[in-house]
């Protein structure tokens, strides 16, 4: 069993940056590849983001490409993402995800059904 908390949401103004820390429980966290996901009012949850268990591979959604980046610190059982220039349309719950070393992940890192842990969310609002 995983727990993953998020931390690192806020209030920030357009064209500002945040950090977002994930912070995983359990011996087997760098077996584990993570993602990022988020959610806006009324809308499903879309990936974000999602980086192998040894970083190895990395992958994006078009709509952050070049402002947000993935990393991970096995030794603090953490995965972070660091976004810049923020834009209004970041607004959204962002939820940390984990799922067991499977080569399945590699095609599938995008969908939610990929991941067997989810995060609480942590709010971040982006002010035009």
């Known amino acids: 069993q995983v727990q993953l908390v998020e931390s690192g949401g806020g209030l920030v103004q357009a064209g500002g940056s945040l950090r977002l820390s994930c912070a995983a429980s359990?011996?087997?966290?760098?077996?584990?590849?993570m993602g990022w996901f988020r959610q806006a009012p009324g809308k499903e949850r879309n990936f974000v983001s999602g980086?192998?268990?040894?970083?190895?591979?990395?992958y994006y959604a078009d709509s952050v490409k070049g402002r947000f980046t993935i990393s991970r610190v096995n030794a603090k059982n953490t995965v972070y993402l660091q976004m810049n220039s923020l834009k209004p349309e970041d607004t959204a719950v962002y939820y940390c995800?984990?799922?067991?070393?499977?080569?399945?992940?590699?095609?599938?890192?995008?969908?939610?059904?990929?991941?067997?842990?989810w995060g609480q969310g942590t709010q971040v609002t982006v002010s035009s």
């Open positions: 359990g011996r087997t966290f760098s077996s584990y590849a």
């Open positions: 995800a984990a799922t067991a070393p499977r080569a399945s992940w590699y095609t599938n890192y995008a969908d939610n059904a990929g991941y067997d842990y």
């Open positions: 980086i192998s268990w040894s970083a190895g591979r990395i």
